[in-house]
């Protein structure tokens, strides 16, 4: 079965730092994890950072360019989100999301295959 499993998220401060995991087991043959989506209430999910298979590419929404960083190690089957300089419009459910290993970067949801369940997010304080 597949499994993504989000851990990382809580309550931090504005200015303070987070580092989100998302640990994927059983994936189909020539699928990855690659991108991170958020969800605040009372708005629609949206695509924060996305990475290629290889780690050779990475992309990231303009509301968190230069605070962000998305990494994987791939021996470990785990894609990262490190996250700096939260602020309180960072405060969301971030999920991770996993399609086919060919298909290139893309914030639409509804083309990613396999999703977590979630780790939530608070800036507060």
């Known amino acids: 079965q597949v499994q993504l499993v989000e851990s990382g998220g809580g309550l931090v401060q504005p200015g303070g730092s987070l580092r989100l995991s998302c640990a994927a087991s059983?994936?189909?043959?020539?699928?990855?994890?690659k991108a991170w989506f958020r969800q605040a209430p009372g708005k629609e999910r949206e695509g924060v950072s996305c990475?290629?298979?290889?780690?050779?590419?990475?992309y990231y929404a303009d509301s968190v360019k230069g605070r962000f960083t998305v990494s994987r190690d791939n021996a470990k089957n785990t894609v990262y989100l490190q996250m700096n300089s939260l602020k309180p419009e960072d405060t969301a459910v971030y999920y991770c999301?996993?399609?086919?290993?060919?298909?290139?970067?893309?914030?639409?949801?509804?083309?990613?295959?396999?999703w977590g369940q979630g780790t939530q997010v608070t800036v507060s304080s």
């Open positions: 999301a996993a399609v086919p290993s060919f298909r290139a970067c893309d914030f639409t949801g509804s083309k990613y295959d396999y």
């Open positions: 990475i290629s298979s290889s780690g050779g590419r990475v």
């Open positions: 059983g994936l189909p043959s020539g699928y990855a994890v």
